[in-house]
């Protein structure tokens, strides 16, 4: 069978370009910072980096509003850094993902400029969604559509003769209006900034909004959330604003581009998608011919609990695996988990499988969130971004930490890939911003968002024993960073064994070396299949990997040495009392 492609158990890092590592003093993270810092990532034991948008913007969401797709932020650097940065990752055994941000641009961007500049009729508007309003005198919106970030999904422009005038669409920030992708120039221009980027070497893309894109240009009004009195952003009904038909023909169309370079070093180039879909929804996008990887933000949404969270692992390995077939009997037939997750070898080897996340530069730091009575962050409905609960209600950090450092064990144990965001190793917990500091637009424009997604997104301490911890050489960093972070420092946890840093780069180290975990095969554990485990349903998790296909040993146990191509046992406690358990297989 032809050899596992490496995206397919990948650990991805992710750097958030700006809170990285500041090489030129200036307070904000840059390319230089990020190249001189990659051995961290190597001695984690990743495989690839995703950076989060690089490009020229106005910084209004940090950097998800794109002026310019093919060059890089000059408080970033340049294109020779990004080059540079590209070749030395190469060079270290890293591939290069970078961020793809193609729902909305910057209205900075010159198309968007030239669009409204030029008035009404102008061919630059049907590059973007622009509309003439409602009521009287177009003083109303075209549609009900809810912004993501709050208020109405629609600006109004001023026009050349100096009269408000046409509305255009905004499903962000209104700094960030969105692509018609019903516009050929708009498809012509993507292919050409795909080509640019994998030219120079980047081996993929994460796809931002990947879910949005295609809307229903008929442009209907969505239901009403009786909850909040305003257009629904609900994705378990067919909404007219997400995840339309003609989505799947644009992703052809980029994984069609992403195989012309099948024969480049660094291969085929490869997609990762971010969508907030209900998992039915969110496998289509891994159709062979569309994209490898999608984010399953399930498991980030998830409350601290045994019972709820095997479910949801059970329903996201469960819809991959029949998308992967393309057997539709084989598919049919699966029932259970012990039919799930196999490698599927011969010409479904290229099949994905899950990619797990617990973090990264929109949600709770980890640490914080799961220190809480009540965890997780339901976006499926945006409008509890406003839910005090998750973010108002104290947290134990201590508890929390130790949680975060069982679910990353979990996580890497699961069949699939995952995505790491930095800081996550050190446990870094989400920081307070004092308001006055905060940049976050979810923020500023709805002041009942408790304090934004900034908390997360604050530079990471190298070294020192105080604030900026060795990140830039100035202390006015973009935002401030933490009096309690001395003992989380990359320097203070390198050498300690206890450390959560010393934890990641023994667990993934495993990863690795044992050949059961990847694209190995996974077994529920429970009380019948172990008796060690009876009396603790609902508080742990447990579960075997198993490198090769055979029948599964019922019954017996496997053996400690993991190497020996014995596989092994992930347990994971989710009660508060510790649970003994008398066995030495046990890696977690
Ligand atoms: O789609 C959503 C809700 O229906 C959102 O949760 C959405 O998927 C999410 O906000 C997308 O985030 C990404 O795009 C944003 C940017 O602010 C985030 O930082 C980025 O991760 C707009 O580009």
Redesign the pocket.
Known sequence: TDAEPWWRSAVVYQIYPRSFFDADGDGTGDLRGITSHLDHVVSLGADAIWI?PWYPSPMV??G??VADYCDIHPDFGTLDDADTLISTAHAKGLRVLI?L?P??CSSQHPWFREAVSGGPGHPMRDRFVFRDGTGAHGELPPNNWPS??GGAAWQRVVEPDGRPGQWYLH???PG?PDWNWDNEEVRAEFDRILRFWFDRGVDGFRV??A??LVKDMSLPDVPIDPRTGRGT???SIDNP??DQPGLAEVQRRWRAIAREYADTPGGERVFVA???LPHDRLVQFLAPDRFQMSFDFEFLQSAWDADSLRWVIDGCLAAHARTGSSNDEQAAGLGSMDDVARPRGGDHVDASTATWVIG???VIRPATRYGKPVTGID????EDFDDIATKAMPSDVDLGRRRARAALLLEMALPGGAYVYQGEELGLDEVQVPTDRIE???WQRSGHVDRG?DGCRVPIPWGDRQAPYGWSTTSGTWLPMPDHWAELTVAAQDQDANSTLSLYRAVLAERRENPALGAGRMVWEDETSWPALAGVAGHVIAFRREPTLPEPASGSQRGADSRGGAGLRCVVNFGTAPVPLDTDTIII
Do not use: C, I
């Not at 976006?379 to 945006?382: G, K, W």
């Open positions: 989060s969401d940090g998800y509003d961020d941000v729902n909305h993501v970030f499903f962000f920030d960030q931002d909004v879910d949005a952003l609900d994705k604003m997400w971010e969508a907030y990264n530069h929109d976006f499926r409905h945006p976050d637009p979810t997604r």
